[in-house]
């Protein structure tokens, strides 16, 4: 439909009034959201008597505070290791010994608190109100060296068998 006088000044009314462009298009019929967005702006009609958007509360309630952390732990966690109950059979050695369960004392960092070069394991259960980071200085990657060897194991050597090793997984299937 074309914008004849009335159309437009029903448009000016509707606008003015601070009905969004979606409501004037339905209440006029027979053209778009984006011709009233269009023809807006070509009248040049940019202010509105009311907004279109819901009034929203104009004072927000502040959050209580949280207790400052330190930045950097002041000195180094102690970290007791859980100990292994002994066994007299000898046990056959492993390629590669997986480090000791430790029981790790809270950190120093939480999430607010990590910087970037600080260790960012996570230490508790992050469900719960007591979950830290380790927040020791990290010098290479996201964990410091301790916590850095338990999460990356050193890769394993390969035995150098060549032919002989191949033939001798063949025999199996032969």
């Not at 202010?47 to 930045?71: D, E, H, T, Y």
């Not at 950097?72 to 369960?101: H, W």
């Amino acid at each position: 439909m074309s914008w004849t006088d009335e159309r437009v000044s029903t448009l000016k009314k509707l606008w003015l009034d601070g009905l969004s462009a979606s409501q004037i298009a339905k209440q006029l019929g027979g053209v778009t959201r984006n011709a009233v967005i269009g023809k807006v702006h070509r009248l040049g009609l940019s202010g509105r008597a009311a907004p279109s958007q819901p009034a929203r509360p104009a004072f927000k309630a502040p959050r209580p505070a949280r207790p400052a952390a330190q930045a950097m732990p002041s000195a180094p966690r102690r970290v007791t290791p859980v100990e292994a109950p002994t066994s007299s059979v000898p046990v056959a050695s492993a390629p590669a010994p997986l480090p000791a369960f430790r029981h790790e004392e809270p950190g120093s960092a939480t999430v607010l608190t990590l910087g970037a070069h600080m260790c960012k394991w996570p230490i508790g259960d992050p469900s719960t109100e007591g979950f830290t980071f380790c927040g020791r200085r990290s010098s290479e990657g996201p964990y410091c060296v301790e916590h850095a060897r338990v999460a990356y194991q050193p890769q394993q050597t390969k035995k150098k068998g060549g032919a002989t090793e191949l033939a001798r997984s063949l025999r199996r299937y032969i």
